[in-house]
């Protein structure tokens, strides 16, 4: 590091001369190399005053271009703005180099993830774009990006307000379970990202399980789970379901369980689960557990379709209803028509034959008449 730094300050690539801030500093690959680059700005943060620094190698690579480099990067209104035209200028298919005859395209990047810090008092960027997948050119939310162990992909959004770094960023993340950080002013978005990637591995188990739900069972609710949601309304047959909401901190016990269906589909499995709870066992996963206490098989994805659970409504003809499904169904075996809680309720209360008893109305079946 020591040599690389004594490299940078022997070769500036844009030359004006104040007392400067360092700003950035991060890594361009060129030729399969990696070059160490910095960029800094006056103590009055103007872009047409910044000066970048590099190694002689990536300096002699892009001498050719240092106009282009003035020109661009000088009229930058903001630090964001800069980043942007600077990465746009190396990846830029202009910058080659013609050698032994050949021409020859170097493919720059940067790499890592971004960061705040402290330099002498002052709050400046330390940007290493690999992990960055969205940043304002205000430079006030950022979104950075994560990978699990497990391969699955998370998003951290950062929102600064003016009293960072004082106080640390709003952090919004996909999480079941609030998410909180530990904060002091001398600390980094490097921090933060470090707290946010033990956070992703305590939540392991419990994504595991969800993904395994919703990788081998039919799932009717939530259409499209986020990792911040909990619940899961699983087909059983026919217009029967059972609701399991699981503890994201105790992913291995047995969940909340609500069946939905007609009586005589749903009585045997409550029954079921009752007799059997103690079987539960945590060492083997959430859905084998179910299955096991229910003494059944959910259907499977690779036989049947969402569309053999999926009922519309017997009321209004359609399956969602602002975004719900059917969840009330028929207790007539012969019948079973599943209808939506609002559409069913609002049939029953124009009937003169209904009647109801606090927050529950009775009725006869729009369809069986039972």
């Given at each position: 590091m020591a040599g690389s730094a004594a490299l940078l300050r022997q070769c500036p690539l844009l030359l004006p001369q104040n007392r400067e801030r360092t700003v950035y500093e991060g890594f361009v690959t060129a030729q399969g190399r990696d070059f160490h680059i910095r960029i800094l700005l006056p103590m009055d943060f103007q872009m047409k005053n910044a000066r970048l620094e590099c190694s002689w190698h990536l300096k002699k690579i892009l001498n050719q271009y240092q106009h282009i480099l003035k020109q661009r990067l000088h009229s930058c209104p903001d630090l964001s703005s800069f980043m942007v035209e600077l990465k746009t200028v190396l990846v830029s298919d202009r910058i080659c180099m013609w050698e032994r005859g050949c021409s020859q395209s170097f493919g720059f990047h940067f790499q890592f993830f971004t960061a705040y810090c402290l330099v002498d008092g002052f709050m400046c960027w330390v940007l290493f774009l690999r992990q960055v997948a969205y940043m304002d050119t205000g430079l006030t939310t950022i979104k950075l990006k994560a990978e699990d162990s497990c391969g699955r992909q998370h998003l951290i959004t950062l929102k600064f307000n003016a009293k960072y770094p004082t106080e640390p960023p709003d952090c919004l993340v996909d999480f079941p379970v609030p998410f909180a950080i530990s904060w002091m002013p001398q600390s980094s978005l490097l921090d933060i990202y470090n707290q946010f990637l033990v956070a992703l591995e305590s939540l392991k188990e419990f994504w595991d399980a969800m993904d395994e739900i919703d990788g081998k069972t039919w799932v009717l609710e939530p259409e499209n789970p986020t990792r911040s949601a909990t619940t899961r309304r699983i087909a059983i047959g026919n217009n029967v379901s059972v609701s399991v909401e699981v503890d994201p901190r105790h992913p291995a016990m047995l969940p909340e369980c609500y069946f939905l269906g007609a009586d005589h589909a749903v009585n045997p499995l409550r029954a079921k689960l009752n007799d059997n709870m103690h079987l539960w066992d945590p060492e083997i996963s959430l859905l084998q557990n179910l299955k096991d206490l229910l003494e059944i098989d959910f259907p499977?994805?690779?036989?049947?379709?969402?569309?053999?659970?999926?009922?519309?409504?017997?009321?209004?003809?359609?399956?969602?209803?602002?975004?719900?499904?059917?969840?009330?169904?028929?207790?007539e075996p012969r019948c079973g028509q599943p209808f939506h809680q609002a559409c069913l309720y609002e049939w029953l209360q124009g009937l003169p034959s209904s009647r109801q008893s606090f927050n529950v109305i009775f009725g006869e079946c729009p369809y069986c008449n039972k």
């Open positions: 499977s994805r690779a036989v049947l379709e969402k569309s053999d659970f999926a009922k519309d409504c017997g009321i209004c003809y359609a399956y969602r209803l602002n975004g719900t499904t059917p969840d009330q169904v028929c207790d």
